[in-house]
């Protein structure tokens, strides 16, 4: 039986709009094993990026419990998450948000760097073995501005990955591509996952969610059927729809 890394009890939450109060997470039982490929699906609206943000820890929840490696996430200080987020969870978003002036290799690296001591060897050769390993190893001196649109988005992925972190966590990193650099996309986060990183994804791509190890689908807020595993196609694409 695979242990299990991530676990999320009675998850809830509310967000205020205009002039009532609106459930995006209601009750909420979720586990993440370790090393597993877990995508989850649902409608515009039915709180996957929540379910997300609350899992990587950007967002603290109104009740219930989340558990990493058997530690309750939230009775912990805001410093400690910070250095959680730090060193083992890296966080993807659906648009890249490099920094124009910056090279390939900075945009990388910008993260570690500290006004006191300079990026280690082992980051830099890390961020250069990445970039190299998502075709971009002949343009690391190139600004952003002269990327195509996935290949900025394979920065953002080399730049969350490149400390070694455990688990990957994954907000429609398609979302803004095209189908080939979307494939291309999917391909490497495989690859990540093949090499031992757990990854939490939410995507509205059924053929995207198909190569996951496992999904959920939130329906209005709550866990709308089991996990599905195997998954079939035409099943995701029937939650998606």
């Known amino acids: 039986m695979k242990d299990i890394l991530i676990s999320g009890r ?40 929540t379910l997300l943000n609350v899992m990587s820890t950007l967002v603290r929840p109104d009740d219930g419990d989340l558990f990493y490696q058997g530690k309750n996430l939230l009775t912990q200080q805001p410093s400690e998450l910070n250095l959680l987020r730090k060193t083992d969870f890296a966080i993807v978003f659906q648009f890249h948000h490099l ?39 002949d343009k690391l001196n190139r600004l952003p501005g002269k990327l195509s649109g996935g290949e900025q988005q394979r920065v953002a992925i080399a730049r969350a990955v490149v400390k070694s972190s455990g688990v990957l966590f994954a907000d429609e990193p398609t979302g803004s591509l095209d189908k080939k650099t979307g494939e291309e996309i999917m391909d490497f986060l495989q690859q990540l996952n093949h090499e031992g ?18 999904v959920i689908e939130l329906s209005d807020g709550a866990l709308a059927t089991p996990p599905l595993s195997p998954l079939h196609f035409t099943e995701v694409e029937e939650m998606v729809a």
Do not use: C, W
């Open 99 to 137: 920094i124009p002036y910056l090279t390939v290799m900075q945009n990388t690296l910008l993260p570690y760097m500290h006004s006191i001591k300079p990026v280690s060897k082992d980051l830099i050769q890390r961020a250069g073995h990445y970039l190299t390993k998502i075709g971009l190893g």
């Open 197 to 214: 990183m757990s990854i939490v994804m939410v995507t509205h791509e059924p053929a995207y969610a198909a190569r996951a190890d496992r």
């Open 10 to 49: 009675r998850l809830t939450k509310s967000f205020q709009s205009e002039d009532k109060e609106v459930t995006v997470l209601n009750d909420i039982f979720i586990d993440v094993y370790k090393g597993e490929f877990l995508a989850i699906v649902g409608r515009s609206g039915s709180g996957k990026t």
